[in-house]
């Protein structure tokens, strides 16, 4: 079984303000962060991942005024046994020979 795992992670650039502060409101630009994982959930159950994006910070306060990808994607390759070594914990699988000791 390996013992590495992949992670692609793609970055938004989101320019907001927040409607709680009074006017003149500050522009601000915040970069958000999702995973392939989260990507690939969004396009199964139809969703754009901008609006999406968008929806989470109008419930924090927020007014969105854009969000733009940023090319390219990360992609960071992370192995597991070291970080589960690291920790002092045994891996949460049935697998025990995942990470052998």
């Known amino acids: 079984m390996k013992c590495r795992k992949q992670l ?3 970055g938004y650039r989101v320019q907001f303000v927040d409607i709680r502060e009074p006017k003149p409101r500050t522009p601000q ?3 958000h962060v ?3 994982q989260w ?9 754009n991942v ?4 968008k929806s989470q910070y109008e419930k924090a306060g927020y007014k969105v005024f ?3 990808p940023i090319k390219p994607k990360r992609v960071a390759e992370i192995d597991l046994c070291q970080l589960w070594t690291a920790t002092g914990e ?3 699988t049935p ?4 990470c052998p000791e």
């Open 50 to 53: 901008a609006d999406a994006i």
């Open 95 to 98: 697998d025990s020979e995942v």
């Open 90 to 92: 045994a891996p949460a």
């Open 66 to 68: 854009s969000v733009e």
């Open 39 to 47: 990507l690939d959930a969004m396009g199964l159950i139809g969703h």
């Open 34 to 36: 999702a995973d392939r």
């Open 8 to 10: 692609v992670l793609t």
């Open 29 to 31: 630009e915040q970069i």
